[in-house]
């Protein structure tokens, strides 16, 4: 079956974690970085993810570095 659909790899989350941790989660798995269980979004690797980009920016959504 096409991963893709094999409904016990599916996760719920919110737009984004599926536009922003999701997209470098399967960046890296395609380039042989991550293991198939990173994918998921409490992986360690998601989690340390998510708190880098969730410094990164601010609560209006903006990179905290771009305001000066
Ligand atoms: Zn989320």
């Known amino acids: 079956m096409d991963v893709f659909w094999d409904r016990n790899r599916w996760q719920p989350s919110c737009k984004w974690h599926h536009d922003v941790v999701k997209q470098q989660l399967e ?17 360690s690797a998601a989690i340390a993810l998510t708190q880098r980009e969730r410094t990164a920016t601010g609560a209006d959504g ?3 570095d771009a305001r000066g």
């Open 27 to 43: 960046f890296r798995f395609a380039k042989g970085v991550l293991t198939e269980r990173d994918l998921w979004l409490n992986s």
């Open 62 to 64: 903006w990179p905290v």
